[in-house]
């Protein structure tokens, strides 16, 4: 089952790939990752996306990156209420007719047209990954030129209690 882990890292140099080597060497798959600095000067939040097959593994998971010398809290925020989304730029083919289609495809999705060519459109889509898979599925007749995704970010919506699996508060 997918699992979101956010995780709070000091930015520093080589701090991403410790961890995704980490994540490699204990075969861990990756579905997504985003990271980028945070509220706090010196933090950044760091949010998997992550298949693991059992509660064992979880666990497992969360001790690694509790090891991890930079990462200062852990927290799975699976099954929690979060604000998720994810960026997709989608560059579709089409001429002028076909454009005037796309648009009112895009439209009920609240995607928006960020560049336009004459043989193409670059659409911006914001919102949870399921969105993101239907727009593109609806544009795939189009013809899909380029697709770049960020993967999903998220945090705890509101003020939730802080009790999903916090781990490693040395929090500097």
Same mark, same amino acid.
């Given at each position: 089952m ?14 991403l *790939?410790?961890?995704?080597?980490m994540?490699h060497?204990?075969?861990?798959n990756?579905d997504?990752?985003t990271v ?5 000067p010196?933090i950044?939040?760091m949010t ?7 509660? =064992?593994?979880l666990? =497992?998971?969360?001790k690694?990156l509790?090891k991890?010398?930079?990462v ?5 925020i699976?099954d929690?209420a979060?604000?998720?989304r994810?960026l997709?730029?989608i560059?579709?083919g089409? *001429? ?10 895009? *439209?009920p999705?609240r995607a ?7 043989d193409?459109l670059?659409?911006q889509v914001?919102?949870?990954t ?6 593109i599925?609806l544009l795939?007749?189009y ?11 998220a945090?705890?919506?509101?003020? =939730?209690?802080?009790e ?9």
């Amino acid at each position: 089952m997918k699992r979101i882990i956010t995780a709070d890292v000091q930015n520093q140099s080589g701090v991403l *790939n410790r961890i995704t080597g980490m994540l490699h060497k204990r075969q861990f798959n990756i579905d997504s990752i985003t990271v980028g600095k945070s509220e706090r000067p010196g933090i950044s939040k760091m949010t998997f996306v992550v298949e693991i097959s059992d509660d =064992q593994k979880l666990e =497992q998971l969360t001790k690694q990156l509790n090891k991890q010398i930079d990462v200062l809290k852990v927290k799975d925020i699976t099954d929690k209420a979060i604000v998720a989304r994810e960026l997709a730029l989608i560059k579709v083919g089409g *001429n002028a007719q076909q454009q005037a289609e796309i648009q009112g495809v895009i *439209n009920p999705f609240r995607a928006s047209v960020i560049d336009v060519s004459k043989d193409s459109l670059t659409i911006q889509v914001t919102g949870k990954t399921d969105k993101i898979e239907a727009l593109i599925a609806l544009l795939r007749p189009y013809g899909i030129k380029e697709l770049a995704r960020t993967g999903m970010t998220a945090f705890l919506r509101g003020n =939730q209690p802080q009790e999903v699996t916090e781990i490693n508060s040395h929090l500097v």
